[in-house]
């Protein structure tokens, strides 16, 4: 089992930046791919950035290709988000999440945080 809680959410300006990060309990954090999702309102779960178990591959939607940073620190069980150039499309709540395996597919990853809300005004 592992239990995901995210922070760092909030309200920023159009070119501003958010820094998110997500805290994970168990000793096997390590062991998982961690991914970031958003969801706006009315809208889908999508992905948004994938970084390997070990953190040496990412994956970004193009969408925030060039803008977003994924990192993690398995010393502290923790993966971030930087995300910098914000737009108000970015408008969503975020979810990290843990998977066994590599993949960006949202419903192959395993468990889930509560959400952070993540608002960009124009």
């Known amino acids: 089992q592992v239990q995901l809680v995210e922070s760092g959410g909030g309200l920023v300006q159009a070119g501003g930046s958010l820094g998110l990060s997500c805290a994970a309990s168990g000793r096997t954090f390590n062991s998982y791919a961690m991914g970031w999702f958003r969801q706006a309102p009315g809208k889908e779960r999508e992905f948004v950035s994938a970084?390997?178990?070990?953190?040496?591959?990412?994956y970004y939607a193009n969408s925030v290709k060039g803008r977003f940073t994924i990192s993690r620190d398995n010393a502290k069980n923790t993966v971030y988000l930087q995300m910098n150039s914000l737009k108000p499309e970015d408008t969503a709540v975020y979810y990290c999440a843990a998977s066994r395996h590599w993949t960006v597919v949202v419903t192959q990853y395993d468990y889930w945080g509560q959400g952070t809300q993540v608002t960009v005004s124009s």
């Open positions: 970084i390997t178990s070990s953190g040496g591959s990412k």
